[in-house]
């Protein structure tokens, strides 16, 4: 527009049809394969299978998206701002091609919004200080509107990101520091739990898409750097976490009677306040680079992590009557990990190339630790009482190197 604002627009649109399907491809020297699968080709009810022929399941889905976007770029003097708006529209479909009908199931048009912006101000030559707003609105993905066999969503909900931060930069000659703030609220996660119900005389499992699955990300980051000498850098960087479930969730159940009524069946489950897993929610980081002679360096990065919960399901936590099972999931033990880097450039050539030998050195302190971990595991769990005798873990690899050498042409 002029010196100080740039503004871009773009539309995206997108179309994609896929098919998903289970097929015979060896018959292991047999004629023919025999399925008796409780799905199967409803025009083709044959259990003799043949190569090619398939089974289990086969279906038929298409996605659409419509998006539309423009963004703006301001910069004057110490200011630079941004700022974006879009909108899109995302549809699905599906077909069952195991049915003689072949009814085509669509969701119609899902709508969504994004508005980011942000700025930042350089205070003097040496520090300058930012902030971010966002409020993001995301589609559900097709298994949360539509599931594998065919169940549709009656009000599938965008998920919802609410994100802020602010922060502010230091740099000098020698040193330079960044740490900043971030608060991000996750709302309507989108979840589906299979349950089973008591028609039948074996009850049949659906789907519950479940809504009200809150979360909420806050914490501190900070990283920085420092030129000791000539010779020596040194480097950091830490994360502190907090990071939870807001709010309990339910779905609902629609079982339709042979009298044609209408029964509604809630399922609510208890996650307020509960930690979120698989991920460290503390880490620190700090790393020495020692650069001795011209051509050499040396690196050793410790890594440290806390507060790393074991992966878990909210679809775990089902309220049953006035029992609510709202016990923390367990926590790994805290953890420490050493690397080295090291690299050489020879000082020499072989046919006008330069060469470097390189060699790295992971967990060098050949430490045992639990790098991740499942709640209450369905194979080897104790008493399912989310602690250490009921999870499952996952250790981090023991110590290991490589080394080699690079030609630059």
Do not use: C
């Not at 097929?23 to 190569?51: C, H, I, M, P, W």
């Not at 074991?310 to 923390?328: C, F, L, M, N, V």
């Not at 190339?353 to 971990?373: E, R």
């Amino acid at each position: 527009m002029n010196d100080n604002l740039q503004t871009q627009v773009g539309i995206d649109w997108r179309t994609a049809g896929i098919e998903h399907a289970r097929e015979v491809r060896d018959l292991l020297g047999g004629d023919y394969f025999v399925y008796t699968g409780n799905k199967n080709d409803k025009t083709d009810a044959s259990q003799k299978k043949r190569l090619g022929d398939i089974i289990a399941y086969h279906n038929n889905t298409t996605v659409d998206w419509l998006g539309f976007y423009a963004q703006a770029n301001y910069v004057a003097g110490p200011l630079n701002a941004y700022g974006m708006a879009g909108t899109s529209t995302i549809a699905y479909s599906y077909i069952d091609e195991f049915t003689v009908a072949k009814e085509k199931i669509e969701s119609g048009g899902i709508g969504t919004f994004q508005v980011k912006g942000g700025a930042m101000y350089d205070v003097n030559d040496n520090v300058s200080v930012f902030a971010n707003l966002g409020l993001v609105e995301k589609p559900p993905i097709m298994d949360n509107v539509i599931y594998y066999d065919g169940t549709k969503a009656s009000d599938p909900v965008n998920e919802k990101f609410q994100s802020m931060e602010f922060g502010l930069n230091y740099r000098t000659s020698k040193y330079a520091l960044k740490a900043n703030y971030y608060n991000t609220q996750w709302k309507d996660r989108n979840l589906t739990k299979s349950v089973t119900t008591g028609q039948g005389s074996s009850g049949d499992t659906d789907v519950i898409f479940l809504t009200g699955v809150n979360q909420s990300h806050s914490g501190i980051e900070m990283e920085g750097s420092a030129q000791i000498m000539p010779m020596l850098r040194l480097d950091f960087a830490a994360s502190f976490g907090n990071w939870k479930f807001v709010d309990d969730a339910s779905g609902n159940y629609t079982e339709y009677t042979d009298k044609g009524t209408v029964e509604q069946t809630k399922y609510e489950y208890a996650l307020k306040d509960l930690w979120v897993g698989d991920m460290p929610q503390t880490g620190i980081v700090v790393g020495a680079t020692l650069n001795p002679i011209q051509g050499l360096s040396i690196q050793g990065i410790v890594k440290s992590y806390d507060k790393n919960y074991a992966d878990w399901s909210p679809g775990a936590r089902e309220i049953s009557g006035s029992t609510a099972d709202r016990e923390q999931v367990w926590m790994a033990p805290a953890y420490n990990k050493v690397d080295l880097h090291m690299y050489y450039n020879l000082p020499m050539q072989v046919a006008g190339a330069n060469l470097q030998v390189f060699a790295h050195v992971f967990n060098l302190t050949d430490a045992t630790y639990i790098q991740d971990a499942v709640d209450n595991s369905q194979y080897n769990a104790w008493d399912s009482d989310h602690d250490a005798d009921s999870a499952e873990v996952f250790f981090g690899i023991p110590r290991y190197m490589n080394m080699g050498l690079v030609v630059r042409f």
